[in-house]
Every structure is written in C-alpha cells, then in structure tokens.
C-alpha cells in the first residue's frame, strides 16, 4: 500500500505571486506539523497592505517578508490580520511589530492564549471586512481546529484565505483538547457554501479548486468515522491501537499528530453515541468500546 500524500519533504519557494493581489512568504518554521512552513500573505495591490498571519517569529523571517514586499511594491503594512491564535501564526507578530514599527493586529479573541503575546488587538467577528487598495476581505468563523479560527474571503476573486481548516496537501489536525470535529465539519460546510474558486491555505501550495477541496475534505472526515468504527470492531481499544490500524500506510512520525484526530472523532462519535470510553480524566489514554448501538 503506499503512503498517503504528506507534506514531509515538501518545497516551497521562500515567496511567490500567486495572483494580482495575493504574494505568499514562507514563515521559514517548517516541521512535521507545519510541513515547509506557515504561508504569510501580502494582500493588496496599493503600497500599504495586509499580512495574513506572521509565522512563528523565526528571524530568518523578517529577510524573506521584505525582500516579498520590496519585489511586490508593497512599501508597508496597513496591518496585520491572522487566521488564529496557534504559536505558527501569531508568533511572529511582535517581532514584526518591534522591526517594522507598530502595526494593528487583527484576530477573533481567545483569551487564555491572546494575553500570552500582549498585542493590542483589533477584535474581529463572523462578517467583518478589512480592506485595502485592490483587496476586500471578509472574515468567515469557522472553529474546529482552533476556537477562535475565522477564514477569510477575498471578494474581488472569489477565493478563500483557508488557514488551518484547509490545507494544500494532507489533512488537518484536529486538537483532543481545544478542538472540536464536530465544530469542524459544521465549519467545513460554512466554506462550502462560500464556494470558493482558488484556497490560499497556511500550510502547502495554492489549492486551485475550491470547492472540489472542501468536497474531498468533507468525505475523507466521514470515511475516518467510518474506519475508525471498523477498527474497534476488530478489538481496537485504546487510541494507540486505533491509530496503528486506521494510519498503517501513514509515516510513524505522523502518528502523535493522527492521535489527536482519532481522539476528535471518538468525541464526536460519543456525543452521538455510537462509542463509549471508561471515563477516566484523559479521553487520549481511555479506553474505548463501541456502543450498543453502533
């Protein structure tokens, strides 16, 4: 059987035009979970515009972020808007703020983590629009992988800034612990609805059909649902297990990350009461068992 698509080993070009108004920067943080690293966007036409997300604050960054601007025509940012509040995308804005002078930030607010990076925010909700010469976004909430995630459209090409919830290649991870699948897919559905022609996702290559994407992430989550069911059948009782079966033709290293997603699923898959667990403090090292009904 061979491997699933991944981002291991994945190249990208440190920037790129992808479009009259989008120019992409490599956030220079690459890793299992973030593959060659966190898009950055420049966003406009005019000499002030947005960057959509900062990376996680790598000095070798800010290098990459000018020489896009400088290349583009962009002489500084209007401000700074970011998808959520994960250390991969807003970590880098307060070394952006002390290196290019203060900027606004934008973001929905989650504040357990917001105060953790002591920004003044500008709060954003569902439907909120930011705009700037040649470029009008509008924020979409759409939690599941983070509590305060919102997608962005870009009305003058009908595309979709994605952030986590989409990805150029591969899935996303769903956090045991702050995430939710079944927020997730109700998110998932929300963007469906938008349908979107091309998805600037943070992670991986430009995604030129929008809703084809969102289509196939939408049938993989239920078809996850479905096998993970099918290995508890076959006597999986413990998320380790699950993984092991479920994730097989997956590389090892990617099975901590597989883990958290099996987790999600089992929740939503509790709530709807198809399984159960035994109920001690840790959904992750429980044991699960398939409900009467299931």
Same mark, same amino acid.
């Given at each position: 059987?061979?491997?699933?698509?991944?981002?291991?080993?994945?190249?990208?070009?440190?920037?790129?035009?992808?479009?009259?108004?989008?120019?992409?920067? /490599?956030?220079?943080?690459? %890793?299992? *979970?973030? &593959?060659?690293?966190?898009?950055?966007?420049?966003?406009?036409?005019? $000499?002030?515009?947005?960057?959509?997300?900062?990376?996680?604050?790598?000095?070798?960054?800010?290098?990459?972020?000018?020489?896009?601007?400088?290349?583009?025509?962009?002489?500084?940012?209007?401000?700074?808007?970011?998808?959520?509040?994960?250390p991969d995308h807003i970590?880098?804005?307060?070394?952006?703020?002390?290196?290019?002078?203060?900027?606004?930030?934008?973001?929905?607010?989650?504040?357990?983590?917001?105060?953790?990076?002591?920004?003044?925010?500008?709060?954003?909700?569902?439907?909120?629009?930011?705009?700037?010469?040649g470029a009008r976004l509008?924020?979409?909430?759409?939690?599941?992988?983070?509590?305060?995630?919102?997608?962005?459209? /870009?009305?003058?090409?009908? %595309?979709? *800034?994605? &952030?986590?919830?989409?990805?150029?290649?591969?899935?996303?991870?769903? $956090?045991?612990?702050?995430?939710?699948?079944?927020?997730?897919?109700?998110?998932?559905?929300?963007?469906?609805?938008?349908?979107?022609?091309?998805i600037y996702p943070a992670?991986?290559?430009?995604?030129?059909?929008?809703?084809?994407?969102?289509?196939?992430?939408?049938?993989?989550?239920?078809?996850?649902?479905?096998?993970?069911?099918?290995?508890?059948?076959?006597?999986?009782?413990?998320?380790?297990?699950?993984?092991?079966?479920?994730?097989?033709?997956?590389?090892?290293?990617?099975?901590?990350?597989?883990?958290?997603?099996?987790?999600?699923?089992?929740?939503?898959?509790?709530?709807?009461?198809?399984?159960?667990?035994?109920?001690?403090?840790?959904?992750?090292?429980?044991?699960?068992?398939?409900?009467?009904?299931?």
């Amino acid at each position: 059987m061979s491997s699933p698509p991944t981002m291991i080993g994945l190249e990208m070009p440190d920037f790129a035009r992808w479009s009259e108004r989008v120019v992409v920067a /490599l956030g220079q943080n690459p %890793s299992v *979970f973030t &593959g060659p690293g966190t898009n950055t966007y420049l966003i406009g036409t005019g $000499p002030q515009r947005i960057l959509l997300d900062t990376g996680g604050g790598e000095p070798e960054y800010l290098e990459v972020l000018e020489r896009a601007m400088r290349e583009s025509g962009c002489e500084g940012l209007q401000e700074i808007v970011l998808t959520h509040g994960h250390p991969d995308h807003i970590g880098g804005a307060i070394a952006l703020n002390d290196h290019l002078g203060p900027v606004p930030v934008s973001k929905k607010a989650w504040p357990e983590v917001d105060e953790n990076y002591h920004l003044e925010l500008r709060l954003l909700e569902d439907g909120d629009v930011i705009e700037t010469e040649g470029a009008r976004l509008r924020a979409v909430y759409t939690p599941g992988h983070a509590i305060d995630h919102l997608c962005f459209v /870009l009305e003058e090409e009908g %595309s979709l *800034f994605s &952030g986590d919830n989409v990805l150029g290649i591969g899935t996303t991870v769903i $956090p045991s612990k702050s995430g939710s699948l079944a927020d997730y897919m109700r998110s998932l559905r929300r963007l469906l609805e938008e349908r979107p022609k091309a998805i600037y996702p943070a992670h991986g290559p430009l995604i030129a059909d929008g809703v084809a994407k969102i289509r196939e992430y939408i049938a993989h989550r239920e078809e996850r649902d479905v096998q993970i069911l099918a290995a508890m059948r076959e006597g999986a009782e413990t998320i380790a297990a699950i993984v092991k079966i479920v994730y097989r033709s997956y590389p090892v290293s990617l099975h901590a990350a597989a883990g958290q997603s099996v987790c999600s699923h089992l929740l939503k898959l509790e709530h709807e009461g198809r399984v159960a667990r035994a109920g001690g403090p840790d959904p992750l090292v429980d044991d699960w068992r398939l409900a009467e009904s299931a």
